[in-house]
C-alpha cells in the first residue's frame, strides 16, 4: 500500500515562499509520475506540476513561480512556490501515478492511482 504524506504547508504573505514535501511509502518510487494538484473551495482540483523521470510539466498559472523536484533516495518530490498570489491559496494535493508515462498524461488527475491528504496553503493579500 502506497503512502503519501504532505507537509509545507501555511499562511504567508502575498509574494512570499513556500516549499511542499511529499513524502512516499510502500513502492518503488523513482520509476513513477509524481503530481502536485490543489483544489480552492467551491472549484475544481486543478492540475499545478508533475515529473516524470526527467520530464516536468507546469500548469500555466505556475509557470516561473513554482519548481518541481525530487529526491529519489528519499522517496519525496518538492514543490517550491515563490512570489505567491492569493490566487495560489488552496489545498494542496501529491498524487503517484502508476500508470502515467507521458507529458500529456500527467495532467490528468483520473489517471493518478495515489493521492495525499493535503496540505493547506493560504497567501494574504
Known amino acids: 500500500q502506497v503512502q503519501l504524506v504532505e507537509s509545507g504547508g501555511g499562511l504567508v504573505q502575498t509574494g512570499g515562499s513556500l516549499r511542499l514535501s511529499c513524502a512516499a511509502s510502500?513502492?518503488?518510487?523513482?520509476?513513477?509520475?509524481m503530481g502536485w494538484f490543489r483544489q480552492a473551495p467551491g472549484k475544481e482540483r486543478q492540475f499545478v506540476s508533475a515529473i516524470i523521470g526527467s520530464t516536468i510539466r507546469y500548469a500555466d498559472s505556475v509557470k516561473g513561480r513554482f519548481a518541481i523536484s525530487r529526491d529519489n533516495a528519499k522517496n519525496t518530490v518538492y514543490l517550491q512556490m515563490n512570489s505567491l498570489k492569493p490566487e495560489d491559496t488552496a489545498v494542496y494535493y501529491c498524487?503517484?501515478?502508476?500508470?502515467?508515462?507521458?507529458?500529456?498524461?500527467?495532467?490528468?488527475?483520473?489517471?493518478?492511482?495515489?493521492w495525499g491528504q493535503g496540505t493547506q496553503v493560504t497567501v494574504s493579500s
Open positions: 510502500g513502492r518503488t518510487f523513482s520509476t513513477y509520475a
Open positions: 498524487a503517484l501515478g502508476v500508470r502515467i508515462r507521458s507529458y500529456l498524461d500527467a495532467a490528468s488527475n483520473h489517471l493518478y492511482d495515489y
